[in-house]
């Protein structure tokens, strides 16, 4: 048995140690926000918080992720970054197809809790392993920023 905290809940997983976090929560939970795009940390549509900190769920094992803290999107709107930010991409509507939309905003979350007035580059430089195959960088980047300003 694994003992995971998710969301500030704690689960108990009757899984291989090395079972990759984002099939345990999507089969075993049933938490289906984390979506697995690639299987190889490259395109960021699974990315998850571990301890606050932006990680790929699909290529960490869960027997690294015992005992910390994980948070996925759907803990997002109880978080006030996350709310910010949620909140902004509905204004500049940045989803398209909406697949990478909860790797984007868990990265865009974990950067605006460290980075209270990113700059553009900054904004590139975390959220350069989230692919959008719509190409909304631009309003990404937007939206990161209005975020920032309503939480000034």
């Known amino acids: 048995m694994t003992a995971l905290n998710i969301n500030s809940k704690e689960h108990q997983l009757d899984a291989d140690p090395s079972t990759p976090v984002l099939w345990a929560l999507r089969d075993s939970l049933g938490l289906t926000g984390t979506k697995f795009g690639c299987g190889a940390a490259l395109c960021g549509a699974c990315t998850v918080h571990l301890n606050g900190q932006a990680i790929r769920s699909c ?14 999107i759907e803990a997002m709107s109880q978080d006030k970054v996350g709310k910010a930010v949620q909140a902004a991409w509905i204004k500049h509507d940045v989803a398209q197809c909406g697949y990478c939309q909860s790797g984007q905003i868990m990265s ?3 950067l605006l809790k460290t980075n209270k007035k990113p700059s553009d580059a900054d904004i590139d430089g975390a959220m350069a392993g989230n692919i959008c195959r719509c190409g909304t960088y631009v309003r990404i980047r937007a939206a990161i920023h209005d975020a920032a300003s309503t939480l000034a």
Do not use: D, E, F
């Open 59 to 72: 290529v960490t094992p869960i027997s690294a992720a015992a005992g910390q803290k994980i948070t996925t």
């Open 108 to 110: 865009a979350t974990a």
